[in-house]
């Protein structure tokens, strides 16, 4: 399906299918599954963006976005700015993202909720007496939708899928809180096509503006939602067309079996989780480090050799060699080598390992440059991540061998509760100072009972000082 040939008449745009499952679906249609884990995943980026706070380029886009002024209509989270709904919805983006700790999903290959959560939280805030059963039905339906472009495709990501996908998502949600009629929705996804944005070369080089790109899709979902309400026109076959979505940013794709099962199958509940703050991609590898690391005891001082043998898709995007002695945050988080070193000599990671002093620890690039990282010949699948073989060889001839076949955090491998609100909790304590200590347990709290909040606003008066 690459050729740039018209679509037939006969065959409506795969977006209207999304519209129209976005405008008719209620909580009710909702599955048990889908609103526990629409719960879990909203608190877990809630904790990832405090974190977030802490990363490089905060100071430096809180400057300018302030610095645009304009209605103090939307919060930013954490630091309680008051700004226009876009550019809140970018920080916040921004803050959810940028540690790459927040929720994957790993068949569709992007970010969901740092799209869909922000931009409903920005647009809830404007509406105003929005409840939390309606923010969560919105940002059920914009993972939906997100999720439903990305697994869609075939072909080798090429785009910054989490913000290209994800800005057709954030309409959805925004457009759910506003409850737009179907013509208004698609005039939406219309205009935010026109917008939307994202490139794989800042990831490539680990520049700090890629962390940004799901910030910018968010600020463009709300500016797309807002033309819409006053009747600008957007264009209709945005999906399938002569110069669709999927033929310009993806290539090969085969839509109709998700849109069969649209309100049948809730992508929501396939969400995975992440344990560590560093590439989803990473996290096969760094689980077998992990379960080898502390069955037998292996010492960084210990080793000989670590190789890890992954999907191509990994083998593109995180297995990249540690060759600088200074790499930036963004890089160091999505290269292999240095998140296994550091989970050789700690026994874990966390966002301090990838930010001042801890990038040029010396002992950690020793031990990386004994891990490689090879693409496994025999694993032809473009979008996968899994399975991924570890090997490590011992100074002393002693070779470990593990395979992960679902990284930790998957929803065949998940996290419990436990470790669910641990990992929440420790963001908390990272970025949160300043807040009430007792707002934390505050907001698990209220979004565990989040379907019968009668505001948005207690969530946003929670993460505000």
Known sequence: MTDLAPQSSHKADAIHSFVHHASISRYEDLSAGAIKATKTFLLDTLGVAIAGTLAPGVPQMRRVIRGWGGKEESTVLVFGDRLPAPSAAMANSFFMHNQEFDCAHDEAVLH???????????????????????????????????????????????????????????????????????KTLANAMGIVYSQICGTLQPHHEGAMVNSMQ???????????????????????????????????????YQVDDVIANL??????????????????????????????????????EDVDEIEATVPPLVHRLVGRPLNTSAPTTQYAKLSIP???????????????DFMGDALVDPEVHKLAQRIRVTRDADNHDENAMTPVRLRIRLKSGQVYEHQVERALGHPDNPLSREQHLAKFRRCWEAGAGHLPPANCQALIDLVDRLEDVHTVEEIVGLLTP
């Open 112 to 182: 969901p909720f740092t799209t869909a959560l922000p931009v409903a939280l920005s647009i809830a805030e404007t509406r105003g007496n929005v409840t939390g059963r309606e923010l969560l039905t919105a940002v059920a339906l914009g993972v939906d939708v997100t999720c439903s472009i990305g697994i869609s495709s075939r072909s080798p990501l090429a785009h910054f899928r989490p913000g290209t996908a994800g800005a057709f998502g954030s309409v959805a949600a925004a457009g759910k809180l506003l409850a737009f009629d179907e």
């Open 263 to 300: 309100g049948r199958i809730w992508q929501v509940e396939r969400v995975s989780h992440k344990p560590f703050p560093s590439g989803r991609l990473t996290h096969g590898v760094v689980e077998a480090t992990l379960t080898l690391r502390n069955q037998h005891g292996i010492a960084p």
């Open 214 to 252: 799901t910030g910018f899709n968010a600020r463009a979902a709300i500016t797309a939602i807002e033309l819409a309400a006053e009747g600008v026109v957007g264009a209709s076959d945005v999906m399938e067309g002569r110069y669709g979505y999927f033929r310009l940013f993806e290539g090969e």
């Open 338 to 352: 240095f998140v296994l070193a550091n989970i050789i000599i700690k026994g874990d990671v966390f966002v301090g």
